[in-house]
Structure formats: C-alpha cells, structure tokens
C-alpha cells in the first residue's frame, strides 16, 4: 500500500495559481487511480479531480473546470493538482487519495489512502 504526502499549499491571493505534488512511496504508484479532495471549514470532503492509472483519462468537479489540471508522473511516483485563475471559495485543505480500481471515482469513500493534507489560502 503507498504512503501519500502532499506538498505545494499556501497563502496566494485571488488570481493566482497554485501547483500541489503529492509524492507516493511504494512501487505500485502506477496501479493507483490518484484524486484530489478538499475541505474546508465546517464542511464535507469535496472532490476536485481524478486521473486514470496511465494519465490519460482525467476528471474534474463543475466548479474547477477549466481552471485546475491534474497530472502524474509514474516514473516519480507522483501526481500534481495545477490551480489557476485562485478564488477565495478554493480555500481548504486539500488531499490527495489513491483507490485500486479503474474508475475515475468521485466519492471520498470510494478512496483508501489518503495524505495529510496541505492548506491552501486564498486571499480576496
């Protein structure tokens, strides 16, 4: 089973982008579909975006459309969440998960490990 870390949060005002990296231990990153969740305070675990096992397939929530991407790269076990054009409303915690299926999940229980989290803050 891998060992999720995020990385890449912080403070950016309204406008701004924003890359996260989730770094994965384990030889098996490649058999993992990989999504990014958020949450924010007072709310539920949100999704934001998903990637098939080979990146080839993607997936993302209505309101990061055309604004966020997700990628990977298997050979450094690692899957990114580029944010741009940053709204206050994008303020949370975000997670990176992995789950063993081929589907591009959306719900946060369909996910079995999870990183910390990293904060990131948007200022308006």
């Known amino acids: 089973q891998v060992q999720l870390i995020e990385s890449g949060g912080g403070l950016v005002q309204a406008g701004g982008s924003l890359r996260l990296s989730c770094a994965a231990s384990?030889?098996?990153?490649?058999?993992?579909?990989m999504g990014w969740f958020r949450q924010a305070p007072a709310k539920e675990r949100e999704f934001v975006a998903a990637?098939?096992?080979?990146?080839?397939?993607?997936n993302y929530a209505d309101s990061v459309k055309g604004r966020f991407t997700i990628s990977r790269d298997n050979a450094k076990n690692t899957v990114y969440l580029q944010m741009n054009s940053l709204k206050p409303e994008d303020t949370a915690v975000y997670y990176c998960a992995a789950q063993g299926t081929v589907f591009l999940r959306t719900r946060a229980r369909d996910y079995d490990v999870w990183g910390q989290g990293t904060q990131v803050t948007v200022s308006s």
């Open positions: 990637i098939s096992r080979g990146g080839t397939n993607t």
């Open positions: 384990g030889r098996t990153f490649s058999m993992y579909v």
